[in-house]
């Protein structure tokens, strides 16, 4: 039996080690394409933990914001391109939500770059393979989330918000 | 609530990179966690045993087993935690293989990765509810897409199982490509003769309805439920009057339209049957060619119709059909040769497509069957055939395989050397793709019995020579450079996605991959079946195959629907949006979003208005979910508490 616990193994991880970002994807394209990425062992970072929604229209922007509130150091959302969504335009509402979290990010104080959206089809495997190797590259660049160090005029909206 | 914790090893695919021991000891650290155990294959009979014999032993209320994607096993664990007397809702995947093993060789970073995500499902489960379905009727009439030999194998299978099929085709008639060819490998069996008739059989069916000249415009609804909207284009003629004797084709004076059946070796009339065995055998006005809809004189096929079958004023009409499974066989298109300027594909006249040779074999073609070259119709003494033009090469986008041409090619050059002994035929080809029953045995004939002589390379460049052409390549076994002088150059052009099959497929919400091909659910076990329930692929527009293998699929996606069909009526998805009327304000933005009409208002008792979400016809997209501003519509099974319990499992 091995003798290690899971607290010793992440004790012993370095900073760099314990970066987490989480991915929303949809269940139809880019589930899929992270599937068939895995099928075809196409290697990856390791940092990436995944949630699967039914599709990026389920994308409420608030989940992005308390993932990175809470110290997600960063948030990849991925759905089906454009006209293929199996709900024929649920990932359109999300590109417009999307566009306009991008946007909201600064003014509650967190970096851009440590949110990111994206297109990629079930049989898009190797596509998979560059965006999550590209993305944790730049968090990793990034380092760490410093912390939410908010702005206190907004503080009691934004929790009454959230 | 208890939860027990089932970590699979799945034999070294998961235990080589993830400690999966390590992970179900800290699985058992998470809240409301009384078990957790490794094991070597879960998903197998004694796997699913042992969560089962665990739900009794301890009582067990939740189950998480950490192993491959949901989307191979969800629904197989959902039944076994079922069969334990559980809701299949309290049951989560976590995904430690696709996501986790297979991308990454680490096994310290991969064990901690699992161990989140087995904790997120943790936390996740701990806020599942127990989710009911209903059942609702199964309409148990199917729509089948395409009359090709896979669309029609798959229409007769139903009908012959006694279900009503409507079938559209957007041609005037049915038989697709394989109407064209003249004889099909590895028999030389004479096409028509094996499929005219199959085609007779749809036309003579009475479960069979045939919308021939006819697009599919819009489809909504559900597995079981589909609604669909058919676009009957105008021919100009009305078809219940027309018996198809041909006068009108015959004293047409517009004869210069492009013949699309012989694939525009000869020309055609403006009023049209494609060929003598179309079925059905009714005409057609092409509105671009006839001179009475172009430039207002002639209407002499009016004159000449004994039964006054025309009607220029004729209109495209939309027709709902309603149908409980939808089978797509919409097929394939051609490459267009012309991509290759070095080959003088669409500039010579006598280089020529595989599908125009096919024409010049066949008996009911253009020259009787007789092989004459286009140019001047002299007989050839030398054919060139040269394969994978536009395909397995990727600087045209086409690096797949189009899986037939090599035995086409095959079967050509012995049909020739048949008609003319003294005639040589060459093959250029790349590799030799033979892999079926009789199939190589087929090749070497060619090359052994019929002489044909193959060799392997490329060819650089066809040019003109006086009346000749020649055909310059490398002969890359023998490293020489070879040059032929040909009569006639046939070139194997790749096979495509339908023109038109994105479009298609976005109507029936399937997905299709970056060539257009429609995509199975499962490349080795659902080969037949799509991601979208009630709908089925069969044949070319899955991705390129032959003869055999497409009737092959449309049997199976007709066995396929039977198996549906053998039930009355049809579970639903209780994973559908649910309103809280309490909070819901009445802004009606669910109402304007849901892709599906699936909300809808309800008046309460005290005169509000409050949205309503009608089960069966909501997709569970959550669409509204996100949009709600009080969060009063909850998508079930993926409620926004749902989502951030997995997401503070990370970081809480
Ligand atoms: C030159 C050549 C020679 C060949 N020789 C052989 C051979 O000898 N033996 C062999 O086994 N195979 C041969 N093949 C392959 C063979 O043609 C195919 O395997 C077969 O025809 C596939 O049938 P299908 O029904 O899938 O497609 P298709 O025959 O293409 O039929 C599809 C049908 O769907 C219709 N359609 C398309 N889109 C729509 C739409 N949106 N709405 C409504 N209808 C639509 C089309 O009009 C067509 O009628 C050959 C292929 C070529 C190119
Ligand atoms: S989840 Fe909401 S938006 Fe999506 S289909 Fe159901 S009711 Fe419509
Ligand atoms: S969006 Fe929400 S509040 Fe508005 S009508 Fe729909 S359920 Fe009610």
Same mark, same amino acid.
């Given at each position: ?162 | ?577 649910? =309103?809280? %009327?309490?909070? !819901?304000? *009445? /802004?009606?933005? #669910?109402?304007?979003?849901? &892709?599906?009409? $699936? +909300? @809808? ?11 309503? =979400?009608? %089960?069966?016809? !909501?997709? *569970? /997209?959550?669409? #509204?979910?996100?949009?709600? &501003?009080?969060? $009063? +519509? @909850? ?11 997995? =997401? ?5």
């Amino acid at each position: 039996m091995k003798k290690y616990l899971m607290e010793n193994l992440q004790q012993n991880s370095t900073e760099e080690q314990k970066i987490r970002i989480i991915g929303f994807l949809c269940n139809w394209c880019s589930y899929g394409g992270a599937d068939t990425a895995g099928v075809c062992r196409f290697k990856q970072p390791t940092d990436l933990r995944i949630i699967r929604i039914p599709c990026t229209g389920r994308m409420d922007p608030m989940f992005a914001i308390k993932a990175l509130i809470n110290g997600a150091d960063g948030v990849l959302v991925s759905g089906c391109h454009p006209n293929d969504c199996h709900y024929s335009v649920g990932n359109f509402y999300a590109r417009r939500r999307m566009e306009a979290l991008k946007r909201f990010l600064p003014f509650v104080g967190i970096d851009t770059q440590r949110f990111h959206y994206t297109w990629v089809s079930a049989s898009e495997g190797q596509v998979w393979q560059q965006v999550v190797t590209e993305f944790t590259e730049k968090i990793h660049q990034l380092g760490p989330n410093p912390g939410f160090h908010i702005n206190p005029d907004i503080q009691q909206p934004l929790s009454l918000a959230l | 609530m208890r939860i027990g914790v089932f970590v699979c090893r799945c034999g070294t695919n998961i235990a080589g990179t993830v400690d999966t021991e390590a992970v179900a000891r800290q699985a058992l650290s998470y809240p409301d966690v009384v078990y957790a155990t490794d094991y070597m294959y879960t998903c197998s009979e004694p796997g699913q045993k042992e969560i089962q014999a665990a739900i009794k032993t301890h009582g067990l209320q939740g189950i998480v087993v950490a192993a491959c994607s949901p989307r191979m096993h969800e629904a197989t664990f959902r039944r076994a935690v079922e069969k334990a007397g559980l809701n299949r809702y309290m049951f989560e995947q976590a995904n430690i293989r696709e996501h986790c093993s297979w991308v990454s060789n680490d096994k310290k970073a991969n064990t901690i990765k699992a161990a989140d995500t087995v904790r997120m499902a943790v936390e996740k489960l701990r806020v599942n509810e127990p989710l009911f379905s209903s059942r609702v009727p199964i309409n148990k009439r199917v729509l089948v897409i395409g009359g090709g030999v896979a669309g029609i194998q798959a229409a007769l299978d139903c009908a012959d199982g006694g279900l009503d099929v409507v079938m559209v085709e957007r041609e005037s008639t049915i038989g697709g490509k394989m109407a064209k060819l003249d004889k099909t490998f590895p028999t030389i069996d004479c096409s028509s003769c094996i499929l005219g008739p199959k085609m007779v059989d749809v036309a003579q069916n009475e479960k069979i309805k045939l919308y021939a000249y006819s697009e599919i415009e819009a489809v909504s609804g559900y597995i079981g439920n589909f609604t669909v909207q058919i676009r009957k284009k105008a021919t100009y003629v009305d078809w219940n009057l027309c018996t198809g004797c041909g006068v009108c084709t015959e004293k047409c004076p517009s004869k210069k339209s492009y013949d699309k059946f012989n694939e525009g070796l000869a020309t055609t009339t403006a009023i049209n049957i494609p060929f003598p065995q179309a079925i059905p055998k009714k005409a057609v006005i092409d509105p671009k060619a006839c001179l009475y809809l172009t430039k207002g004189k002639c209407r002499l096929c009016e004159k000449v119709c004994q039964v006054k079958a025309i009607r220029f004023d004729m209109k495209d009409e939309i027709i709902t059909e309603e149908v409980g499974a939808i089978i797509t066989a919409t097929g394939y298109d051609l490459f267009d040769a012309s991509v290759y300027g070095e080959y003088g594909g669409g500039r010579y006249p006598d280089v020529i497509s595989a599908m125009q040779y096919e024409r010049i074999l066949s008996a009911a073609g253009p020259t009787g069957g007789h092989i004459r070259r286009p140019s001047d119709g002299k007989e050839p003494k030398d054919i060139v055939f040269i394969s994978c033009v536009g395909s397995r090469d990727p600087s045209v986008c086409r690096p797949y395989c189009s899986a037939v041409c090599c035995m086409y090619i095959a079967k050509q050059a012995t049909m020739t050397r048949d008609h003319l002994p003294d005639c040589n035929c060459y093959v250029s080809y790349m590799d030799i793709r033979a892999p079926g029953k009789n199939y190589d045995e087929f090749v070497r004939r060619a090359q052994e019995e019929y002489g044909v002589q193959y060799f392997r390379g490329r060819v650089g460049k066809v040019y003109p020579k006086g009346d000749k052409l020649i055909v310059q390549g490398a002969d890359t076994m023998l490293g020489a450079q070879i040059e032929i002088e040909a009569d006639l150059v046939v070139l194997a052009t790749g096979i495509e996605s339908a023109v038109g099959a994105e479009e298609l497929a976005e109507k029936l919400r399937i997905s299709y991959d970056q060539y257009g091909f429609f995509m199975e659910s499962h490349p080795k076990l659902r080969p037949v079946e799509t991601n979208t329930a009630g709908v089925f692929l069969a044949g070319v527009c899955q991705g390129p195959k032959d003869i055999p293998a497409s009737v092959g699929q449309g049997s199976a996606a007709a066995s396929k629907v039977q198996m549906l069909f053998s039930r009355d009526t049809i579970e639903t998805d209780p994973q559908v949006a649910m =309103v809280n %009327e309490l909070m !819901c304000v *009445g /802004c009606g933005k #669910c109402i304007d979003v849901c &892709p599906f009409g $699936a +909300i @809808q208002w309800k008046t309460l008792r005290d005169g509000s208005r409050k949205a309503q =979400v009608l %089960e069966s016809v !909501c997709q *569970g /997209c959550g669409l #509204c979910n996100a949009t709600c &501003p009080p969060k $009063a +519509i @909850q998508l079930r099974h993926c409620k926004d508490d749902q989502v951030l319990a997995a =997401v503070n499992a990370l970081y809480a």
